[in-house]
């Protein structure tokens, strides 16, 4: 059973973060500087609930499974500097991302604010390291809320599409970069 399929059992329904919103929490967690514990982690996924919400023990097993499936690719592909958006998240001519990229975003950003102390230890305010993890941050938040974007930079008098587009299409390198570089600052301490 994939995890698009568990995610769509009639059983759990608005019992677990979608698919897209999964994928971005999960790519948080492996980017983030210091590897944290999943059983840390993956309780967020069901909405931070004590008991996770399955019906039987394999539901749960299949669905961790997957989930660490995930992981297990994220990470070496973050840190192989290698790492793409998934295949169904796409720019939109007139929504400008499609919803599977905005709720992509919306996980990641979800995702960290559980390694935020981490990186915010790392990258502490005001130093260069932190303009970059603050530009990614910028950046992944103009995705997920594109009309407030739109909106902020037009009363800075910048208009047009295109900017989005580039922000898209450098996610990735940017991600990579940022989860080198927390990598890096963490093997320092």
């Known amino acids: 059973m994939t995890l698009q399929e568990l995610l769509s059992h009639p059983d759990l329904s608005d019992k677990l973060i979608n698919h897209a919103k999964t994928q971005g929490f999960v790519t948080a967690m492996a980017a983030a500087p210091n590897e944290l514990d999943p059983h840390e982690w993956l309780p967020f996924l069901w909405g931070g609930e004590e008991v996770a919400p399955f019906s039987d023990g394999e539901q749960l097993e299949v669905y961790i499974e997957q989930v660490i499936g995930l ?57 260069e390291d932190n303009a970059l993890l603050g530009g990614v941050l910028l950046s992944v938040s103009m995705l997920y809320d594109p009309e407030t974007s739109i909106a902020t930079l037009a009363e800075q008098g910048i208009e047009g599409l295109e900017q989005f587009e580039e922000i898209f299409n450098a996610i990735p390198m940017m991600l990579c970069g940022l989860t080198l570089r927390g990598l890096a600052l963490a093997a320092q301490q």
């Open 71 to 127: 992981w297990n690719e994220y990470r070496p592909a973050l840190m192989e500097n290698r790492w793409q958006w998934p295949q169904e998240c796409q720019l939109d001519e007139e929504e400008i991302v499609n919803e599977h990229t905005r709720d992509f975003c919306e996980g990641l950003l979800q995702g960290w604010q559980l390694a935020r102390d981490d990186w915010e230890t790392l990258m502490p305010e005001n130093s």
